[in-house]
């Protein structure tokens, strides 16, 4: 087998724009992501929305569906 051809991997921390945190592995020493299973709306039972940049309004406009 070829020596040197994996990426290295490290003790990943994840971080949630809620404010949960949590570690994994991963070739990325950090990641930041939007939704967890914390604030995930399938897992809390809560609808939430999360439109950072109108695209849910643009949407609605573009097709008439106000």
């Given amino acids: 087998m070829r020596t040197d051809i994996h990426p ?5 921390k994840v971080k949630c724009a809620c404010g949960n945190t949590f570690e994994t592995q991963s070739t990325r020493e950090e990641i930041s992501i939007d939704i967890c299973s ?14 950072t940049a109108g695209r ?11």
């Fill in 56 to 66: 849910i309004e643009k949407f609605k406009k573009k097709h008439g569906l106000n």
């Fill in 8 to 12: 290295e991997v490290f003790a990943t």
């Fill in 38 to 51: 914390l604030c995930h709306p399938f897992f809390t039972g809560k609808q939430r929305l999360v439109d």
